[in-house]
């Protein structure tokens, strides 16, 4: 954002103390070490990508972030999917490491409705061997296309069962590892009968767990929506030249979303998701 603000004039060299040019790397360390020890305009920058935009006149437009969190490399316009989905529903905002689609296939980017769904398309081995129940299985594929909702319902809440027993996050470990094998894991080293069907429910009393700790603290449905220039400013070149976010549709998926999770339309756990995890 630092140096897009310098480019068109937002901030100045007085502002900074040197020219912020694109490819620079002496500017880039310099702003660095200006953040770092807080000095000049780094004081600011300190402060996050969020703050920053709030106090620089005109700035706000260009703070690429999601709840405050800078959003990670991937762009949703170029490529809508459970992972880039998973910028808006994660409880710590713009965070890549939240929300892995288990079978996610980057090659296929084509998707009739790319907003609900993305495209499976590794075949029928894969999708045997994955360790989701049937029933729940047969709801989040759906024929080669993947549910973005469910399966980021799902994604969410077994990613925080690795992050809690300190497995890695990456597509082909989530493939490879899940409930049934963490739960004889478990059983095993503590000696304590563990099922599949409670390793889940303790992933998804810990997500909402977060969401409750959020809404504590003053989260708004309203921040669950990405930058405006996505829904205004179409990609400029690429495969995926001139597309732009739908914010209509992506808050429809939304609300399937919160469906899933048993939440009210504002993204709120209701009463009777609360009493099921035994956190009423």
């Given amino acids: ?133 049937r029933n729940l299985k047969n709801e989040i594929f759906e024929g080669d296309n993947v549910n973005i909702p469910k399966m980021s319902k799902w994604a969410e809440d077994l990613i925080s069962v690795f992050n809690s027993v300190g497995i890695c996050i990456r597509p082909p470990v989530l493939q490879t590892i899940g409930p049934k094998y963490i739960a004889q894991l478990f059983s095993a080293l503590t000696g304590i009968d563990t099922s599949e069907t409670e390793v889940m429910l303790a992933g998804e009393r810990t997500w909402n767990m977060q969401k409750l700790f959020n809404l504590r603290c003053g989260e708004k449905p309203q921040q669950s929506v990405y930058p405006a220039r996505f829904y205004h400013e179409p990609l400029p070149g690429g495969p995926s030249a001139g597309r732009k976010l739908d914010y209509d549709k992506v808050q429809e998926v939304l609300q399937e979303y919160y469906q899933a999770r048993g939440w009210t339309k504002d993204g709120v756990p209701a009463a009777e998701k609360l009493k099921e995890l035994n956190l009423g």
């Fill in 1 to 133: 954002m630092r140096q897009e603000l310098y480019q068109r004039g937002i901030l100045k060299e007085q502002d900074i103390g040197f020219k912020l040019e694109w490819g620079s790397e002496q500017a880039v360390l310099g702003l660095l070490d200006l953040i770092a020890n807080r000095e000049g305009i780094g004081d600011l920058l300190a402060e996050g990508t969020m703050r920053a935009g709030e106090k620089i006149s005109g700035a706000s437009y260009y703070a690429m972030h999601v709840k405050g969190l800078e959003i990670p490399m991937a762009d949703p316009r170029g490529r809508w999917s459970t992972w880039t989905f998973g910028n808006l529903t994660n409880i710590r905002g713009g965070d890549h490491l939240r929300n892995r689609n288990p079978v996610e296939n980057l090659r296929f980017n084509s998707e009739p409705n790319q907003y609900k769904y993305e495209k499976f398309g590794l075949g029928e081995d894969v999708f045997n061997k994955l360790d989701i129940p």
